[in-house]
């Protein structure tokens, strides 16, 4: 599966903005996908995840309740709707798939073999 990330741009605090991720090659919802992001001289961090089959979504803690992440099976892509954005959520946003990942390890890197290229968020304060 080929995955292409896009929506980043400059947003001020406390404003929305919607990420996008489109797949190609195979069908989205076999797929476990995951959101991440990462900032300069910070490691790959987890932000939310989308379970295949289920649709069960995971959350990190830092963005539980502002963001949420979805899907839209007839598009084939998945979507990372951004809330009350505040300026540490600036970094660079990844999303990946991944078939058969379990439930305890939806929030680890290495879990995921398929990367779309980053999209920048700037959160402006």
């Known amino acids: 599966v080929q995955l292409q990330a896009s929506g980043g741009g400059l947003v001020q605090a406390g404003g929305s903005l919607r990420l996008s991720c489109a797949a190609s090659?195979?069908?989205?919802?076999?797929?476990?996908v995951g959101w991440f992001r990462q900032s300069p001289g910070e490691e790959r961090e987890f932000v939310a995840a989308?379970?295949?089959?289920?649709?069960?979504?995971i959350y990190a803690a830092s963005v539980k309740g502002r963001f949420t992440i979805s899907r839209d099976n007839a598009k084939n892509t998945v979507y990372l709707q951004m809330n009350s954005l505040k300026p540490e959520d600036t970094a660079v946003y990844s999303c990946?798939?991944?078939?058969?990942?379990?439930?305890?390890?939806?929030?680890?890197?290495?879990?995921?073999?398929?990367w779309g290229q980053g999209t920048l968020v700037t959160v402006s304060s």
């Open positions: 090659g195979r069908t989205v919802s076999r797929y476990t």
């Open positions: 989308s379970r295949e089959s289920s649709g069960y979504e």
């Open positions: 990946a798939a991944a078939s058969g990942v379990i439930l305890s390890r939806v929030r680890v890197v290495q879990a995921y073999n398929y």
